[in-house]
Each structure stands twice: as C-alpha cells, then as structure tokens.
C-alpha cells in the first residue's frame, strides 16, 4: 500500500530536490564562513557576478534565448545606482531599488525589440541593442566618461547600519544576492517557470497550446535584466564605482562564460562558474591580456567537450539534479 | 564657396565618402557573414578577429618582407581564408549537430583567443600602413577632394561584392551551394562533396573578411581591436537586411554607411548609435529585415 501511496515519480522528484536543497546548504554555509578566510571585496565581487549569472541563465537555460547584450542592464543599473547614491545622496537601500528598476525598465525596451526575433538574430540584436547604450553611457554627461562615476558613498543601510564596513556590506550583499537566487528558483518552478521550458522545448506547440509565448519570453527577458540590474547595482556600492568596464560587450561575454563553465540551465552552476572565472581573472590579472587568450580557450574548450558545465557534469555522474 | 542645407560641401561630400568607405567594408564584411551562414548555420564572430589578421597581415609582410599592397590584396585574403579552413577542419565541423548558439560562442571564444595573442604581441596602440604610391593623392572635383585611395576601395568593394553576386547567384558552382544551403543530403545524394564545399566556403568568407582587412590597412590604423567593435555593427547591418539574400547585404551595408556619413554631418551625437537605432526601428516595424525571409 504504501507503494501506492508514495509513487516512484513523486519519490524522485522528492530526492531531487533534496539534493537541491543538500547543496543550497552547504553554498549558504561556505558563503557565511568565507569572509573569514578570503578578503571580503572578492567575495562580494564573486556574489555580484553569481547573481548576473544566475538571471542570465534564466533565459538561456530555462527559456533557450542567448542574450549577448546582458551588460546592458548590469551597467547601465549600475550607472543609475552609483548616480542616486552620489548626486541624489539616495541610502543605499534606495539607490539599489533605483538601480533595479532601471534594469526592469530597460528589460522591458531591450525585450520587446529583440524578441521579435529568434535563435541567433536574437543574440546579435541584444549584442547590437548593448553596443548602442555603451556609447550612449561614453558620451552621457552623468557617466563621467572614460573615468566613470567614482567614490560612490556606501552610506547607511536603513540608516542604521553602516556598510562601509566590510562585513556589513558583506551580509548586506550576501542577503541580496541569496534572495535573489531563491526568487529564480522560485521562478523556474513555478507554472509560469513549466510554460518557460515549454517554450524551449517547442515553440510552435506552446503557441498551439494556446500560450502567447512573446509575452512569455517578454516577461522572463524583464525578469532577468532585473536581476542582472540588482546585481549591478550592488557591484556599483561595493566597488564604489561604476564604470564603461561594466557596459562594454566584454561583460557581456563573460556572464556567457561564467554561466556556460558552471553549466547551461543549472541551478548552482552560474554561482560556481562565477566564483570560478572571478577568481581566476583577479589571480591572472598580472598577466594581461593573456586572460582574453585563456577566456577564448575555455570557451572553446566548453562548447567543444564540456557542454554540460562543471556542476552539470557532477550532476549527471551523481545522477541527482543540482 | 558651395553650401547645402547650409552645410559647406566639401564637409558634406566629405562625410558622405567616408559613409561609402564604412559602407565597402559593411557590405564586404556582412556578405561574407551572410555566405558563412547560408551555408554552415553559423554566425562567425570570429569575422572582426579575421578582418584585423588580415590587416595585420598586410602590414607584417610589407614591414619585414617588403612585400607591396598589390602582392598582399592576393596573397593575404588566400592565406587568412587557409587559417579558416583550418578552424573549420578544427572545430566547426565537430559542432554543426548542435544548437546554432554553440557556433555563435565557440567563434566568440576563437575571436577572443586571437585578438588577445595579437594584443600580447603588437600591443594595443596603432600602426600606420602608407598608402601605395599608385595611388596616393587625390583629385579636386570642384565641390569636394577625392584621395585617390578612397575611391579605389569603393570601386573596387563595389566589384567584389558584384563578382560574388554572380558567383553564388549565376554560375553552377553557386548553383550547388544554394541547393546544398536548401538541401545538403539531397545534394549529397547526387555525388557532390557538400562537407568539402562546407569547408571551401568557410574559408572564401573568411577571404572575404581578410581582403577588406587589407583595404582597410592604410585608411583606419591597424590595431587588434579594429575588427571587435566593427563587427558588432556589422551584426546590427545584418539584422537589418536580413541574411536571406546577398544583394540585400551588399545594399544595406553601402546604404547604412551612407546614412552613418549623413548623420556626422547634421547630428554628430548620434553618429555612433545611428546604425542600432535603425536596427530597432526595422525590428518594430518589419522583424524579418528589410531583404530577409522570416526565421
């Protein structure tokens, strides 16, 4: 009887997400017990990146759309945040939430011209869309140019707490950055999240079910230009700057990387790809240009042998989802 | 002295030549984009990167070996169109099952590998290519100076991008690759080496790529970051006229640089955005491109 009761599709999908939650532990774990050991601005910086890679990987792995332009909302959120915080002398909660929505509201420009097309055009358009407000933010009097928007104030958080220093910011932005990663978990299980693969799956039979799959695609292209604006503008408090860096097709490139070394539609593989790629970039930097030169090889190297990441790998030889 | 719209007209005609300059190599570059994907299904990011080799190409063998600009408008095109096959034989072949996305990533990554080896080498600043001497100077038409040199890189896009007009569109040989782009097994089937043809392709857009690099020699400086941004907007001509046909890429780009001259003239600010602008406009109002089918 109790066979009947629990059914193996229900089991599995039980034991799935107890390996989800199994790893989500230990990701919160490590994260409290890292600024302990490693130097907090890199953690943040990873945490940052992990949160862009994440809502990147909203689209490309739940929705099958490549975004090449993803700097775009990352940047650009970042400018307005490092703005307000600076000019506007916004707190720092406020200056985020401003950052944020300017990154929804782009999301919503950018998604509903570059949706009209599919599959590799709609990676060249957002490429092209990203190109364009790079050089709206060079010329942009607010955006300082070549010198970006510097010594932007942290200020205090509620006015209470004070994230100039280090730990603080570090629990300001760990709290951000993990409720961020739940919401998109939330997301892609959610039915709404089922009509998304759906669409990956196959376009012309969702539109045959009966779904509008542009407001669909639409609606998760905002989703994730917001995410990616909360991460830039976090990225823009805890550098105290925002920069050209951020906007030019160069960030595009590495969310791509980030999220395709960690694995295409995981759940943890943007956040290890991102610790993993910031880490190495920090650790090269001595070297110049050559981290180009090994960008370009992993790329390579991922899209020739190691399509499934490194967390999908692990997840497909454990045979769990992760 | 002769003004129009109140613009003089040595600066208005001056910025229209330099729109039709821009515009040889939109239409150069986006043709090749566009036979490369006709064929493999696949957008070659590494079309910027091949660009500057070929320019860069030019530049190395007249700076050691002294060979001249007319040697290297043949040679170079035939030696950087040879690295593209090998790429092809390389990695393009193993990925063509896949999802078009992986082409698109794995010649990003392939970009990003040689400009950086480039950069590491030759640093990042630019190197000047002088103008070969048969064509150096220019003529006073009256209402503007044409450089002698200007006007042979627009002439002579104009017959490259006609000559692979008719190669693709009139001869057999085009026949073949167009009914290989429709049908590949089928064309198989009547005993036609299609991978071959495949690999041959590659490697005539990447020529393609590699001769204007080496027109563009003694107009922009040569630099390893010249072809990055340039293919970007070259992505934006594309998605304009759509990859459908070749004349519309050939069109669109000479038109697109015209209008990005015109705009220096009445509106610098926009000059650099003008392109994605339009880009957007056409997307709203007819999302296949102006020439293309839809996807």
């Known amino acids: 009887m109790a066979a009947l009761a629990d059914p193996p599709l229900v089991e599995a999908r039980r034991d799935g997400e107890r390996s989800l939650w199994v790893a989500f532990v230990v990701m919160v774990a490590l994260l409290i017990a890292a600024p302990f050991v490693v130097y907090p601005v890199f953690l943040m910086q990873a945490l940052c990146f992990a949160l862009?890679?994440?809502?990147?990987?909203?689209?490309?792995?739940?929705?099958?759309?490549?975004?090449?332009?993803?700097?775009?909302?990352?940047?650009?959120?970042?400018?307005?945040?490092?703005?307000?915080?600076?000019?506007?002398?916004?707190?720092?909660?406020?200056?985020?939430?401003?950052?944020?929505?300017?990154?929804?509201?782009?999301?919503?420009?950018?998604?509903s011209i570059a949706i009209r097309r599919q599959g590799i055009y709609f990676a060249m358009i957002t490429l092209a869309l990203a190109q364009m407000m790079y050089f709206v933010a060079l010329r942009a009097p607010f955006t300082g140019g070549e010198d970006g928007i510097q010594d932007v104030p942290r200020g205090h958080l509620f006015g209470v707490f004070d994230l100039s220093h280090e730990k603080t910011m570090y629990v300001f932005v760990l709290v951000m950055v993990l409720a961020g990663f739940l919401f998109i978990y939330r997301i892609i299980n959610s039915p709404f999240g089922e009509v998304l693969k759906a669409i990956r799956e196959n376009e012309p039979r969702a539109i045959s079910l009966g779904y509008n799959t542009d407001r669909y695609k639409l609606c998760a292209f905002v989703l994730s230009a917001t995410l990616a604006g909360l991460?830039?503008?976090?990225?823009?408090?805890?550098?105290?700057?925002?920069?050209?860096?951020?906007?030019?097709?160069?960030?595009?490139?590495?969310?791509?990387?980030?999220?395709?070394?960690?694995?295409?539609?995981?759940?943890?593989?943007?956040?290890?790809?991102?610790?993993?790629?910031?880490?190495?970039?920090?650790?090269?930097?001595?070297?110049?240009?050559?981290?180009?030169?090994?960008?370009?090889?992993?790329?390579?190297?991922?899209?020739?042998?190691?399509?499934?990441?490194?967390?999908?790998?692990?997840?497909?030889?454990?045979?769990?989802?992760? | 002295m002769v003004e129009i719209f109140g613009i003089p007209s040595y600066a208005l005609f001056g910025q229209l030549l330099i729109g039709l300059i821009n515009g040889s190599f939109y239409a150069l570059l986006s043709l090749g984009l566009a036979v490369?994907?006709?064929?493999?299904?696949?957008?070659?990011?590494?079309?910027?990167?091949?660009y500057m080799m070929g320019a860069f190409a030019a530049y190395l063998m007249l700076q050691y070996l002294g060979v001249d600009y007319w040697i290297a408008l043949v040679v170079v095109p035939i030696l950087?169109?040879?690295?593209?096959?090998?790429?092809?034989?390389?990695?393009?072949?193993?990925?063509?099952?896949?999802?078009?996305?992986?082409?698109?990533?794995?010649?990003?990554?392939?970009?990003?590998?040689?400009?950086?080896?480039?950069?590491?080498?030759?640093?990042?600043?630019?190197?000047?290519?002088?103008?070969?001497?048969?064509?150096?100077?220019?003529?006073n038409l009256g209402f503007m100076f044409l450089p002698n040199y200007r006007a042979w890189v627009i002439a002579f896009s104009l017959v490259v991008c006609f000559a692979t007009w008719f190669a693709i569109e009139r001869t057999r040989l085009g026949s073949y690759l167009r009914a290989a782009t429709e049908n590949p097994a089928l064309v198989r089937a009547f005993g036609i080496n299609v991978p071959r043809m495949?690999?041959?392709?590659?490697?005539?857009?990447?020529?393609?790529?590699?001769?204007?690099?080496?027109?563009?020699?003694?107009?922009?400086?040569?630099?390893?970051?010249?072809?990055?941004?340039?293919?970007?907007?070259?992505f934006a001509v594309v998605v304009i006229g759509g990859m459908g046909?070749?004349?519309?890429?050939?069109?669109?780009?000479?038109?697109?640089?015209?209008?990005?001259?015109?705009?220096k003239v009445f509106f610098p600010e926009a000059s650099s955005t003008v392109i994605f602008v339009i880009m957007a406009i056409v997307l709203l109002i007819r999302p296949a491109g102006l020439f293309g089918r839809t996807v």
């Open chain 2, 36 to 50: 490369i994907f006709g064929m493999l299904n696949i957008i070659n990011f590494t079309h910027g990167a091949q």
């Open chain 1, 231 to 322: 991460a830039g503008a976090l990225k823009a408090l805890v550098f105290q700057l925002a920069s050209l860096t951020d906007v030019y097709w160069t960030m595009s490139g590495e969310v791509v990387l980030m999220t395709l070394v960690g694995g295409l539609g995981t759940v943890f593989g943007p956040v290890v790809g991102a610790f993993l790629i910031v880490a190495m970039e920090n650790y090269l930097a001595q070297f110049g240009q050559w981290v180009l030169v090994i960008q370009g090889v992993i790329f390579v190297a991922c899209v020739l042998v190691f399509r499934r990441g490194i967390v999908g790998e692990l997840a497909h030889a454990l045979g769990v989802k992760l």
């Open chain 2, 245 to 263: 046909s070749i004349l519309g890429a050939i069109v669109t780009g000479f038109a697109l640089g015209v209008i990005e001259g015109l705009t």
């Open chain 2, 80 to 139: 950087i169109g040879a690295t593209g096959i090998l790429i092809e034989r390389l990695f393009l072949q193993h990925i063509r099952k896949l999802d078009h996305l992986y082409g698109l990533i794995l010649t990003f990554g392939l970009a990003l590998i040689i400009e950086g080896l480039f950069r590491n080498q030759f640093g990042s600043s630019g190197k000047p290519y002088q103008i070969p001497a048969l064509l150096q100077g220019g003529r």
């Open chain 1, 52 to 111: 862009f890679a994440c809502a990147f990987n909203l689209l490309i792995g739940y929705v099958g759309l490549l975004s090449f332009g993803h700097a775009l909302f990352f940047g650009w959120a970042s400018y307005l945040c490092a703005h307000a915080a600076k000019v506007w002398g916004f707190p720092p909660e406020a200056a985020v939430l401003f950052g944020t929505l300017s990154g929804a509201v782009l999301g919503v420009v950018a998604g």
């Open chain 2, 198 to 234: 495949v690999t041959l392709t590659y490697g005539f857009g990447v020529g393609l790529a590699a001769l204007a690099g080496v027109m563009a020699a003694p107009i922009y400086n040569v630099s390893p970051q010249m072809g990055s941004d340039l293919i970007i907007v070259v």
